[in-house]
């Protein structure tokens, strides 16, 4: 690969011609998505005294830069020039990661990187490098890194699905231009051309936690038009589990902060999320002290910057259940909403729902957490606790069918639980009440 080569092209930078030296870019997201986990496998920049081809190629890649197997699988990303690969692309890419799996092709790396592992692996650096689209003269990068990403959707499930999510999340932050949110598109598009159980699940995912309007308006028609095909509807497609972030059931999370200093970041049933700290003697201030660990304030600030992004995904994906009117199994509420200690904290103060024969009859209740049993409970209007039978189905109730005595009798004992909704339910309410439910 010389010094015209292809990712000669990609990689110049304004500054990197001969005598100088390459940068490396540093954004990252914020937010990380819990399941499942993508590694960055991008190696750290590597200071050079001119600028050479083979020497950048060794730089981004290291010695996998040399495999004939990378080489074949980028030579052909770099065929791909419009934004959809054609199906004869897309069958050469995927016998050639096919041959590359069976070990049919010499991949001679140097190190434990040969054959397949080292192309995923130089794909997923150059997709996850994000490459800065700056260069006036490097319109060809955009099409090239969409290339990148068409062939990570040929490679296996297990590892295309999670590498996709985290180039949709890197490349889908707000304000970043349409050259990066193209390829945060494209991975939609790429998860949405594998489809089946593991991508189904990330595509709802990212359809209601999304910051672009594109990237979500993609992943809801790759959802549908994967769902037509399949003959499923929405409530077909697997639940997920928004990240946890060590909080305990009831939205704690403490981080020791060295010198007898602790953080304390706390979820609150309405959405809100509070940083505070503690100090030796137990008094407590909102401001860092100065006598913690810097790296443990830093962490501190991010998890709770980082859980308020995910408390309005969460958000949004409640209202948007609650809307649906979709109906949740037993499983899936207790181990994908209630059970998980982000999700479940919102839930605590909306009015739910719950039938034991297949939606005849509904009842209504708020869900509460019993420490003596260890088990959730529904709490009635009345005030009065049940068991939640494990037939039972759940949704969220829709505020048009509250009654205005319902609504009044709610108000009370949310006021009386100190619980705020994290969204407006029982305020939409119009006290119309459709009675045609029978509730017992």
Known sequence: MGQDGLLGKLFRRKGTEAGSQPTASGASSPHRVTEPAVQDAVPPPAATTSWDQDEALRHILGPSADAPAVRDVLDLCDTLHGPMPPVPWREQMAALLADNAAGNADGNATGNATGNAAAIGALRTIALRETPFDDPRADHRVPFVRSVVWAIGLTEPADAVPLLIRITEVYGEPGRGREYRSVAVTAVEALGGIG?????????????????????????RELDRNLDEAHL?????PEWQAETFELDRDGLRVIELGHGYTAGIQLDADG??????????????????????ANDLHEAADVAANLRTVVYAERFRLKQLMKDQRTLTYEDWMESYLGNPVTGQLCRALIWESSIDGGEHWQRFVPVWSARREAWLRLGEDGVSHDIAEQSQARVVDPKNFSAAEKRAWDVQLLKLRLTQPFEQLALADGGGNRRRERR
């Open 272 to 293: 809100t999320v509070v940083l505070s700290y503690s100090g030796p003697s137990g008094q407590h201030r909102s401001t860092p002290p100065a006598g913690a660990r």
């Open 196 to 220: 089946g159980e593991r991508a189904l699940p990330a595509l709802r995912q990212i359809r209601a936690e999304a910051k672009l309007g594109d990237v979500r308006r993609a992943a809801s």
């Open 233 to 237: 509807s929405r409530a077909d497609v």
